[in-house]
Antibody, heavy 127, light 107 residues
Framework: QVQLVESGGGLVKPGGSLRLSCAAS????????MTWIRQAPGKGLEWVSYISTSGNTIYYADSVKGRFTISRDNAKKSLYLEMNSLRAEDTAVYYC????????????????????WGQGTLVTVSS | DIQMTQSPSTLSASVGDRVTITCRAS??????LAWYQQRPGKAPKVLIYKASSLESGVPSRFSGSGSGTEFTLTINSLQPDDFATYYC?????????FGQGTKVEIK
């Protein structure tokens, strides 16, 4: 069965850095676009970043552009989010999610909605 | 950015009730809309995609409709497991945005 397990969250001071990981299993990781989505305590969902199957195409929300870096290692079936210059407003549960990517003869096509989610890892930015 | 607005923010209902949640987009998104359910302390789960297509394994009491800028999620015969928060998400264009959520509470 599809599993996504996030790790790496914790307490960090403003201006600090953190690296989140997401270990995937139960599906062919290299065939799927992947994404990070976050949820501040008691708040709604905010899309953060997207990465293509090869890692060549990447998107970021304006709120994290220039501070966060998404990457993936298909051999390790892992997704990463490097977070720098962290701010209090980055405090949230960070979810790794799988895009509903469609495989066609010509290649893969992302759908840009999310069909499986991990359980999340909490990042707290506070002094 | 496309803004997604859900109504109501909170809905009180009883087991067996039919409930409807509305989601409005600030511009046309065709049918590129998904609905998610999030139970307390859990990750969201997709229910509906492309406005009205039921995700595999989701009970048929859930249904979606709409296109353009106005969409609805309907739950027929509300079950105890359905008390949760529901989010819509547009995937017409980046940045992919969510509604603020609708919490379905027990009356």
């Amino acid at each position: 069965q599809v599993q996504l397990v996030e790790s790496g969250g914790g307490l960090v001071k403003p201006g600090g850095s953190l690296r989140l990981s997401c270990a995937a299993s139960g599906f062919t990781f290299s065939d799927y676009y992947m994404t990070w989505i976050r949820q501040a305590p008691g708040k709604g969902l905010e899309w953060v970043s997207y990465i293509s199957t090869s890692g060549n195409t990447i998107y970021y929300a304006d709120s994290v552009k220039g501070r966060f870096t998404i990457s993936r290692d298909n051999a390790k079936k892992s997704l990463y989010l490097e977070m720098n210059s962290l701010r209090a407003e980055d405090t949230a549960v960070y979810y790794c999610a799988r895009d509903h990517t469609i495989t066609m003869i010509q290649g893969v096509k992302p759908s840009y909605y999310f069909d499986f989610w991990g359980q999340g890892t909490l990042v707290t930015v506070s002094s | 950015d496309i803004q997604m607005t859900q109504s109501p923010s909170t809905l009180s209902a009883s087991v067996g009730d039919r409930v409807t949640i509305t989601c409005r987009a600030s511009q046309s998104i065709s049918s590129w809309l998904a609905w998610y359910q999030q139970r307390p302390g859990k990750a969201p789960k997709v229910l509906i995609y492309k406005a009205s297509s039921l995700e595999s394994g989701v009970p048929s009491r859930f249904s979606g409709s709409g296109s353009g800028t106005e969409f609805t999620l309907t739950i027929n015969s509300l079950q105890p497991d359905d008390f949760a928060t529901y989010y819509c998400q547009q995937y017409n264009s980046s940045p992919w945005t969510f509604g603020q959520g609708t919490k379905v509470e027990i009356k």
